[in-house]
Structures are given as structure tokens and as C-alpha cells.
């Protein structure tokens, strides 16, 4: 055996054949296969057709999602513990930056610290498929990342939509990928669907306003189709993996139970003061570990975020993905050992 990566995208022959049949249909760029995955995606979510629109990367999704909101020139509260594509997209939206600390313990932020960030417009990441309760968010718009937490739901709603746009990734490890890169952003309101698709329909336009090419193709929505019809099947075994490790006493990372929220196994998180030891034993094993965000990995250099800065010292990533055995998760349990 040749070790156990640390993630993996799972595809097989339903997608190779949704390739081969976008290849020989001769239309492979933006076109049928994009408009159909946007209906099912809308499907999924439970909102009318035409609320979703398929864009090229969760990145590209995050920078229109601001410029549909008209954040340029104002302040957008995000998480210092979070991916980088947050900033990025923050600093090209002309927008400005308002780094925000986690709650303590948790690699998400709360309310309370939104509330008080003074900022017009907040980008929310659910981070490692652990949703947030965002029903007591005051007068600010809100983008939800579910990056992480596509499937995830608090009391009853579906992550994306409790804010006024959702932001998703389909890159090659995230819960479903549209080989290899693609994103896409969905709205309860019609228009700011409509503003961002406008967008993304660069191409021969009168009005000669502003636009670009975000587009996703038809042969990577085709795949995306298929890796969302499997989604459930996905979360189901990343879930059984997830009770796994919990069950052979790790200290995993998880929402509070009673709260009404529904996590998604995005990443396999355990609360350790020994994280060298761990990744070291694990090594040994052959087996993939990392700590999810180093301290240096955080989106801003001040030191005034005792919170993240804490949780980048306390955590290691483990396996978790569809493809994962349970030869190979009981690898992995003990290879951690008992600690
Ligand atoms: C992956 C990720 C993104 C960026 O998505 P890309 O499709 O890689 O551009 C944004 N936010 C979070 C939380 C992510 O995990």
C-alpha cells in the first residue's frame, strides 16, 4: 500500500461518461450542461430556477457575490481564520478589509462579533462543514462561504441561504468538484442572481459596461451533475468515518448538539496539544496528516486574534473522504493512539 493521502476526489464512470458524452456532443462551453446543473443545484436547495448561477471557481463566486452587493469602498467584515481566497476576493472587489477573531475553541466566528464589526457587508465561511446559526445577524449583508458545508443545514435551511447569497466550490477536494475547479453563488432574491449571471455574460453586449469571463464550461458542469447526484451517497460514508473517529475517543471538532445544526464531514478535525507528536506517528503509519491552518496561514499579521491564533496550535486534519476505508480509517485511529 502506497500511504493514505490526506484527501482525495472521488470520480468514476459515471463521470467519465458525462465527459465523453459533453466531447462528442461537440458544445463544450458554457451551454445546456450549465444551465441544467443550476436547476438541479436549485433543486437541491429547494429555491425556483434561475437563483443559481455556475461561475468558474468559489473564488470568482465570493468576488461577484461583493460586487453584487456594491461592497466597493466599504467595509466587509471576514474571519482571519479562514482560506485565503476570502482576502483575495475582498482586495480585487476594491472593498475594505475588516479581519474578525473566531469564538473560542471553535474555527468559526459568531454573531455577536459580526454584529459589532462595523461593517456594511460579511463573508461568512462555514468552516470544516460546521455550520452557523446566523438568525441573530443585525442589519448587514451577509455572504454565507459554504465552500466547506455544501449540505449542511441549521433548523431546517440548507447553508446559503439564511444570508443574502451563498457562495459554493466544486475545486478537486472540495465535497464535490466539477473537475477540478468551478464555483457557484445562489440567492432567495431573484435580482442578485440576475446581476451576477449579467456579469458573467460578457460576450457581445451593447452597453459596454464592465463584465468578465467567469464562466463554468458544459464539460465541467457535467460533471458537477454527476458528483451531486452522488452527494448524498458522499456525506453518508464521510459521516460513518467521522462517528468513527469520535467513537474510538478522538476529540473532534463538532457543532453542539440540541442547536438545530446539521453539519456536513468536511474535514476531520481533532483538538490536540500534541500536534507534531501526532502528525509524526502518523507519518510513520504512512498516513497524511496537517494542521488544517498554520498560524502563518492567517489572512491578517496582527496579533490581535488570540482565538484563531490559539486553534492553529491545537488542531490536525485527519483523512476523511468518500474513497476512505475502514482498514484504513482503523490506521489512521491507531496510529493517533489513545491521547
Ligand atoms: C476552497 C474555498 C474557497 C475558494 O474556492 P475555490 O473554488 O478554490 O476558488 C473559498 N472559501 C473557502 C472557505 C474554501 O474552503
Not at 236 to 251: Q, V, W
Request: proline share 4%; with cysteine; net charge neutral.
Amino acid at each position: 500500500m502506497s500511504g493514505i493521502s490526506h484527501n482525495r476526489p472521488t470520480l468514476g464512470i459515471e463521470e467519465e461518461q458525462a465527459a465523453v458524452r459533453v466531447i462528442h456532443s461537440g458544445w463544450l462551453a458554457q451551454g445546456k450542461e450549465v444551465e441544467t446543473f443550476e436547476n438541479e443545484f436549485c433543486d437541491f436547495l429547494g429555491i425556483p430556477h434561475g437563483h443559481a448561477v455556475a461561475v468558474s471557481s468559489g473564488t470568482a463566486a465570493l468576488y461577484l457575490a461583493l460586487c453584487a452587493l456594491n461592497a466597493q469602498g466599504k467595509k466587509v467584515a471576514l474571519p482571519v481564520y479562514s482560506c485565503s481566497a476570502l482576502r483575495n476576493a475582498v482586495a480585487m472587489s476594491g472593498s475594505q478589509a475588516v479581519f474578525i477573531d473566531t469564538s473560542p475553541g471553535s474555527p468559526n466566528v459568531t454573531c455577536d462579533v459580526l454584529n459589532a464589526s462595523g461593517a456594511e457587508v460579511v463573508i461568512v465561511p462555514h468552516m470544516y462543514g460546521l455550520p452557523i446559526d446566523l438568525t441573530n445577524v443585525g442589519n448587514i449583508d451577509v455572504i454565507e462561504d459554504c465552500a466547506q458545508a455544501l449540505g449542511a443545514a441549521v433548523k431546517g435551511m440548507p447553508v446559503g441561504l439564511q444570508g443574502k447569497i451563498g457562495v459554493y466550490s466544486f475545486y478537486a477536494t472540495k465535497l464535490i468538484t466539477s473537475g477540478g475547479q468551478g464555483g457557484l453563488i445562489a440567492s432567495r432574491e431573484r435580482s442578485l442572481a440576475d446581476s451576477i449571471r449579467d456579469y458573467r455574460e460578457f460576450d457581445c453586449r451593447h452597453d459596454r459596461k464592465n463584465r468578465f469571463n467567469f464562466q463554468m464550461t458544459d464539460l465541467q458542469a457535467a460533471i458537477g451533475r454527476i458528483q451531486l447526484s452522488k452527494l448524498p451517497t458522499f456525506l453518508a460514508r464521510r459521516s460513518e468515518i467521522f462517528d468513527h473517529y469520535k467513537s474510538a475517543g478522538l476529540n473532534m471538532l463538532d457543532v453542539m448538539s440540541g442547536t438545530g445544526s446539521v453539519p456536513v464531514r468536511y474535514r476531520a478535525v481533532m483538538k490536540t496539544s500534541l500536534v507534531e507528536e501526532i502528525i509524526a506517528s502518523l507519518k510513520a503509519k504512512g498516513v497524511k496528516a496537517i494542521v488544517p491552518i498554520e498560524d502563518w496561514e492567517l489572512l491578517d499579521t496582527s496579533t490581535a486574534y488570540p482565538n484563531a491564533f490559539r486553534i492553529t496550535r491545537e488542531t490536525v486534519s485527519l483523512p476523511i473522504y468518500p474513497s476512505l476505508s475502514d482498514v484504513e480509517v482503523e490506521t489512521v485511529i491507531s496510529a493517533v493512539g489513545k491521547r
